[in-house]
């Protein structure tokens, strides 16, 4: 028989719907053309980013290189998961449409975007702690792959964050039988402390002009929490935004929209002319953010093509979050605070991804599938996208819930369903059932949250100060949080929740009997407030006052929300106590209702282990896997039961991240807290050795009377790269403090110290670094005592020497040249910088640090040259070298006018317009571009050359610019307008101006250039001219963190 092709199509649409294989998965090596990132900063970086350390170098040149991938695939997806970027999902294939569903980037390009500076657009990023592209984002993590038995196919990745000291993995799994893969997170808050929340999902896709946003809600708010349009039609623009191609306004800025306002558990995207799209969905509790970013449509985000890809053009990133927006400091005068990840709180959530076609509405994703519903004049038109196969009666209801259709319907995988109800005069679809499943209903679901704050609150008050503290300590800015702690005490000395956050303030900078003081003031105003006794058991158990700590932990367990934290503490202060049976009590109590504490799982496992109940503890260990299947502690555990070669290997092959030692040293620390130095250890000795690590060993030798091998590890503490290691840890105190008295050398008092300045003990950080005495060659300690010195001289001395011993590390000269800027000494600055600047032509950071101390110095010509040689590899966000471009160009056309030149002034002053691609700035659109100072002295060269009419369009372009604020830009508007005609407009404007200024230095400025050129002939002053000229570039890029 001969088959046509409507029988082959439908045989093979059987065949694919009806006979899936089991997923693959495979672990391979490929070359990928990668621009490589390099220069590790060593000298130690407080704030967010500590105990990490930064990558600076980046280049255009590229390589081949090789990495690691992981791939999952069944019948309808391939999946490539890069475990050595971040275990970043780089690509998803659509087998039948044959169409990436995200952006596949075809190059390894890495750019200064990151919290530690590497990071590469394209496919799905996992971001869990503090901020967003995080500190694993473009480096190793650990992971697992394996076959499962229901079919599927998963990789496991994972990592220990050590900013927060949580642990999260991330289950990849592609089913065999369902038009999706899953992205299934475990996170885990391993500490008995409070730490930062922040939990966003980052997908990249395509940017064509086709791109529509399938986003339901109602508002768009921004990252510090206000409403910044409606969504999706901006009624100030008049545009809808959810049409990418619509979003070409406000040029000069990137866009960042959380949206809002609905009950929906779905977003994605949709390509028209490709009649493609994926979807996202999750149930709506476990992630309430949605977010979409786009580079500016400009130039000044198209440059960020060529620095991230090669050929895949321009990427949006579509993202989701555990919250409703990636908040900053400023949300917290919004209703969009900070929360808070709770002592030992496990959070386990699944997100589903797939690829849609043919549907260019969707009304509801639910597992079933996406659905659409379109009202017509008389029926209605469904569409059902399946997700999986299924045989099941769909129901159709009215508004006057009467079945209008029951028909039996057998969806396949992605074949999509389609059906047409006629509907009478008035009679509406109401809902639509398949089987028990709700598929859509027509209801009005925009909520009705607030998300604008009250009007009349007091940030003066206690509450206010104490709330903007709590935020900022959630943020982990400690020294910022400590003022607004300590004044909400001012205003309100009993308010409990201060007392709290001081008491958490004072542990987090290791003073424990501070914060147990604290918290005992606290206690004496309500003897059962939960939070306070949880703070002051856990000062007391560091104090090792154990009964005290009991009786915190006790009454704070009366409160739900510490119950499992406090029972976790309780079983720790049992273990330590060897009282097995009490430990095993708590730690089955802490289960209750957290019962994936993996704290709590793992003292279990020990109480059974240590009281010979083998069979319990390998069960409770199986369970530990099941949740965490990266978990390091079943599989120490299983070596320690089996002490072979081959268990000692799969533990070990099971640390594959960036930093190894940091995996022991934590597992380790956790051994030597339940008193157990023998596994401490033990996990030790497996260890990467680092002087940290050594210490570690040498203090459990002498803990375990090994003499010699105390020796040998304190030695080896002296002799291990010290480059990069910064301890963090608390635990780690008590062993540097040892050493110390152990080894009278400078190198675990600049540990020591490290780690003090880290819980901003500053004074006691210097103190230690002055005691040294004898000669240090290792320049980021001098770095880091100039960091600590209050006097300007010995800073100075310190840099100096820092330069000495490493005259070709950049840092250096820059640190010893902004030392002189800061001190007015110009010259000096230029000496210091311009010999490394000539034999570093390459090193773009040092020269734009020249340029600025050229521009001091007011060698123009020079700072000209120097830029058109710089090639800038920028951060995000980052402007300052078209800013030292512009200032340049402007004050030589100042000091062209002071000389009468009008046609070299009028060629600099053309040259300021532009944006040269080498110094890493793209332009915006003419419109949304700051002009005014450029159109003000073409103003004044107009009048200078008697071109009147030339002359005051120049003026009206100043007087009418759309970029009205308060610098001193402003000024020149207000001149242009009274120029003009307009006396008392001007009069007024400057008037406002001058109210609105709080510095009196700037306001008296103003006031004067005002005066000064108002009723001038020609309003040219170079002097005053030159400074609002340098106002171009007094404020330099600073980084988030």
């Known amino acids: 028989m001969k088959l046509t092709p409507i029988l082959i199509g439908l045989w093979l649409l059987v065949a694919f719907s009806c006979n899936q294989h089991d997923s693959q998965c495979k672990e391979y090596a490929k070359e990928y053309i990668t621009y490589p990132y390099s220069d590790a900063n060593p000298i130690p970086l407080f704030g967010k980013i500590y105990p990490y350390f930064r990558y600076d170098g980046y280049t255009t040149l590229p390589e081949k290189k090789?990495?690691?991938?992981?791939?999952?695939?069944?019948?309808?997806?391939?999946?490539?998961?890069?475990p050595e970027i971040g275990g970043k999902i780089w690509s998803v294939m659509d087998?039948?449409?044959?169409?990436?569903?995200?952006?596949?980037?075809?190059?390894?390009?890495?750019?200064?975007?990151?919290l530690r500076g590497p990071w590469t657009s394209g496919g799905i990023e996992f971001n869990y702690g503090v901020i967003g592209h995080s500190p694993s984002c473009s480096f190793p993590v650990d992971y697992l792959v394996r076959n499962n038995k229901d079919g599927s196919a998963s990789c496991v990745v994972g990592t220990l964050d050590l900013l927060t000291r949580t642990y999260w993995s991330v289950e990849i799994n592609l089913p065999k039988d369902k038009g999706w893969f899953t992205t299934k997170s475990f996170w885990?808050?391993?500490?008995?402390?409070?730490?930062?929340?922040?939990?966003?999902?980052?997908t990249a896709i395509t940017a064509k002009d086709d791109l529509r946003f399938i986003y339901p809600g109602i508002y768009n708010i921004g990252h510090e929490g206000t409403i910044a349009s409606s969504w999706p039609f901006d009624s100030v623009q008049n545009k809808d935004i959810s049409l990418w191609r619509e979003n070409n306004f406000e040029s000069d800025r990137s866009k960042s929209y959380h949206i809002?306002?609905?009950?929906?558990?779905?977003?994605?995207?949709?390509?028209?002319?490709?009649?493609?799209?994926?979807?996202?969905y999750s149930d709506r509790d476990e992630k309430l953010g949605k977010k979409m970013f786009s580079w500016a449509l400009s130039d000044l985000g198209k440059i960020w093509e060529e620095l991230l890809t090669d050929q895949n053009g321009q990427y949006i990133e579509l993202?989701?979050?555990?919250?409703?927006?990636?908040?900053?400091?400023?949300?917290?005068?919004?209703?969009?605070?900070?929360?808070?990840?709770?002592?030992?709180?496990?959070?386990?959530?699944?997100?589903?991804?797939?690829?849609?076609?043919?549907?260019?509405?969707?009304?509801?994703?639910?597992?079933?599938?996406?659905?659409?519903?379109e009202k017509n004049r008389n029926s209605y038109d469904i569409s059902i996208y399946p997700l999986q196969a299924g045989e099941d009666t769909l129901r159709v209801y009215n508004n006057?819930?009467?079945?209008?259709?029951?028909?039996?319907?057998?969806?396949?995988?992605?074949?999509?369903?389609?059906?047409?109800?006629?509907?009478s005069d008035n009679e509406e679809l109401t809902r639509i059932f398949y089987g028990n499943r709700l598929l859509w209903q027509n209801e009005d679901n925009r909520l009705n949250r607030p998300v604008k704050t009250v009007d009349d609150f007091d940030w003066d008050t206690g509450y206010g100060q104490y709330l903007r503290g709590r935020d900022l300590m959630g943020f982990r800015l400690y020294e910022r949080a400590e003022p607004y702690i300590k004044k909400s005490l001012k205003l309100n000395p009993n308010h409990i929740p201060s007392l709290v956050e001081l008491a958490r303030l004072y542990s987090h900078q290791m003073k424990y009997d501070s914060a147990f003081s604290v918290a005992q003031k606290a206690l004496s105003i309500d003897t059962y407030d939960a939070a306070a006794n949880y703070e002051y058991g856990c000062a007391a158990f560091r104090l090792k006052k154990y009964f005290d700590a009991l009786d915190g932990f006790e009454v704070a367990s009366l409160s739900e929300s510490y119950r499992s934290a406090a029972y976790t503490k309780i079983s720790e202060i049992y273990f330590v106590r060897k009282d097995l049976v009490k430990s095993l009590e708590y730690a089955q109590k802490s289960l209750v209702n957290n019962q994936n504490n993996i704290q709590g799982l793992q003292l279990a496992y020990l109480s059974y282990s240590f009281t010979g109940e083998s069979k319990k503890a390998e069960e409770t260990g199986k369970r530990i896997l099941e949740l965490d299947p990266l978990n390091h502690f079943v599989r120490f555990e299983n070596y320690l039961k089996r002490g072979d070669t081959q268990a000692l290997t799969e533990f070990k092959n099971g640390i594959r991240n960036e930093m190894p030692e940091q995996t022991y040293l934590e597992l380790g620390t956790w051994y030597h807290q339940l008193n157990l130095p023998d596994r401490s250890l033990k996990i030790l000795e497996q260890s990467p050795e680092t002087p940290v690590v050594c210490y570690w060993k040498a203090f459990l030798n002498d803990a375990l009377y090994a003499e010699d091998e105390k020796t040998i590890n304190l030695q080896k503490a002296l002799e291990r790269e010290l480059s990069f290691q910064f301890p963090f840890r608390e635990e780690s105190k008590e062993i540097l403090e040892w050493a110390i008295k152990e080894q009278p050398h400078w190198i675990p008092r600049y540990l020591l110290a490290l780690l003090y300045r880290s819980r901003n003990r500053n004074d006691e950080a210097y103190n230690l670094m002055s005691s040294v005495r004898e000669e240090v060659n290792f320049a980021p300690f001098h770095a880091f005592s100039a960091q600590l010195a209050t006097d300007l001289e010995a800073k100075g001395n310190y840099l100096k020497k820092a330069v000495s011993l490493a005259p070709a590390e950049w840092r250096y000269v820059s640190d010893l040249t902004r030392y002189y800027l800061a001190s007015n000494e110009h010259i000096k600055a230029l000496e210091t910088i311009t010999p490394f600047c000539t034999n570093h032509p390459e090193q773009y950071q040092t020269g734009l640090l020249y340029v600025r101390v050229l521009i001091k110095n007011?060698?123009?010509?020079?700072?000209?040259?120097?830029?058109?040689?710089?090639?800038?590899?920028?951060?995000?966000?980052?402007?300052?070298?078209?800013?030292?471009?512009?200032?340049?160009?402007?004050?030589?056309?100042?000091?062209?006018?002071?000389?009468?030149?009008?046609k070299y002034a009028k060629q600099k002053i053309n040259e300021a317009r532009l944006y040269p691609r080498n110094l890493g700035v793209g332009k915006p659109n003419d419109e949304?571009?700051?002009?005014?100072?450029?159109?003000?002295?073409?103003?004044?060269?107009?009048?200078?050359?008697?071109?009147?009419?030339?002359?005051?369009?120049?003026?009206?372009k100043v007087a009418f610019s759309k970029k009205s604020d308060n610098s001193m830009h402003y000024l020149l508007q207000v001149l242009a307008f009274y120029r003009l005609g307009e006396k008392q407009h001007a009069n007024d404007m400057m008037r406002k101006w001058s109210s609105a200024q709080n510095d009196s230095r700037v306001k008296n400025w103003g006031n004067t250039f005002y005066d000064t050129h108002k009723d001038k002939d020609y309003a040219f002053d170079y002097k005053m001219i030159a400074e609002v000229i340098e106002s171009i570039t007094s404020a330099e890029f600073i980084r988030l963190f």
């Open 66 to 82: 090789s990495w690691k991938i992981i791939e999952l695939e069944n019948d309808f997806l391939k999946i490539k998961i890069f």
């Open 95 to 114: 087998k039948r449409s044959g169409k990436e569903m995200f952006y596949g980037n075809k190059v390894v390009k890495f750019r200064d975007i990151s």
């Open 188 to 202: 885990h808050n391993r500490t008995g402390s409070p730490q930062p929340y922040y939990n966003w999902v980052n």
């Open 260 to 280: 809002i306002g609905s009950h929906d558990s779905y977003f994605g995207a949709y390509w028209e002319n490709d009649h493609f799209g994926w979807l996202h």
């Open 319 to 373: 993202q989701s979050g555990r919250l409703f927006n990636q908040n900053m400091v400023s949300s917290s005068f919004t209703p969009f605070k900070q929360i808070l990840f709770q002592p030992y709180q496990t959070d386990v959530w699944t997100e589903y991804w797939f690829p849609f076609e043919e549907m260019k509405e969707v009304k509801n994703v639910t597992l079933t599938g996406a659905i659409d519903v």
């Open 400 to 423: 006057d819930g009467q079945i209008i259709k029951e028909e039996h319907v057998k969806l396949g995988i992605r074949q999509l369903f389609s059906l047409n109800i006629p509907v």
């Open 858 to 902: 007011k060698e123009y010509e020079t700072a000209e040259k120097a830029l058109s040689d710089i090639i800038v590899l920028p951060a995000e966000g980052y402007r300052d070298g078209h800013k030292l471009y512009r200032q340049t160009k402007l004050m030589l056309a100042a000091e062209a006018l002071l000389k009468n030149n009008t």
């Open 928 to 956: 949304d571009i700051d002009f005014r100072l450029e159109d003000w002295l073409d103003a004044l060269i107009a009048q200078k050359i008697k071109k009147p009419d030339e002359q005051d369009e120049y003026l009206k």
